[in-house]
């Protein structure tokens, strides 16, 4: 869950499409995990959670599916908007409330 | 309803000197968290405050220090100011909502206060 340097990874999809965002998370004994969406000069907006008793979590055009044994995390954004567009972050939570963000993976949203 | 609501938005500030932002968590919430996000990269974790305790600090210096107070609110005081603390400072708050809807875990951000450091 550490994240890199300023070249974010870049996902470009048109307008009406399937988006699908992943994470690799760091720590096996974590055991909440969100996602974020961080609009430019803006903090992180929640999306979505899951806990890792789950394996997927839907809410509003987006799912989020979990898998523990190669613990890796994705985001699945149903009928991609232009609105849609940001940098989206994942985050572990282990213990006490201290979330740990992933590398960051830029959406561009074309019309 | 208000969001986390954190002031100042913008900061400019000398090498040496400190300073202190503030953060207000949404009504209900008993939990504050502070992180700081450099440009480029995800926000990486200062603090976090229940209750008016520390209950947790991330790798960071000493010169950084934060409290809540009754109310919840926070400060995060950064002293001896270096060209490197430039940053988005983000404070959260996490605590069940008067909905009733997501975890308690479920952590929610502030716009953030930009702090730069010349």
């Known amino acids: 869950g550490e994240s890199v340097g300023l070249h974010l990874p870049t996902l470009s999809v048109q307008e009406g499409d399937n988006s699908i965002i992943n994470c690799a998370y760091s720590n096996s004994a974590s055991d909440y995990f969100i996602w974020y969406k961080q609009e430019s000069g803006k903090g992180p907006q929640f999306i979505i959670d899951i806990r890792s008793n789950m394996d997927k979590r839907q809410g509003q055009r987006v799912t989020v599916l979990l898998n523990k044994t190669v613990k890796h995390l994705s985001l699945q954004i149903a009928a991609t908007q232009p609105g849609d567009s940001a940098v989206y972050f994942c985050a572990e939570m282990t213990g006490f409330q201290k979330l740990v963000f992933g590398t960051g993976t830029r959406l561009l949203v074309s019309p | 309803d208000a969001g986390v609501t954190q002031s100042p938005t913008h900061l400019i500030k000398t090498r040496g000197q400190h300073v202190t932002l503030r953060c207000s968590p949404i009504s209900g919430h008993k939990s504050v968290s502070w992180y700081q996000q450099v440009l480029g990269q995800g926000p990486q974790f200062i603090f976090q405050y229940y209750e008016k305790e520390e209950r947790g600090r991330g790798n960071f210096p000493d010169r950084f220090s934060a409290r809540q107070f009754p109310n919840y609110s926070s400060e995060l005081n950064v002293n001896a100011l270096l060209l490197g603390d430039s940053a988005l400072y983000l404070c959260?708050?996490?605590?069940?909502?008067?909905?009733?809807?997501?975890?308690?875990?479920?952590?929610?951000f502030g716009p953030g206060t930009r702090l730069t450091v010349l």
């Open positions: 959260a708050s996490s605590g069940t909502t008067s909905e009733g809807g997501h975890s308690t875990d479920t952590q929610y």
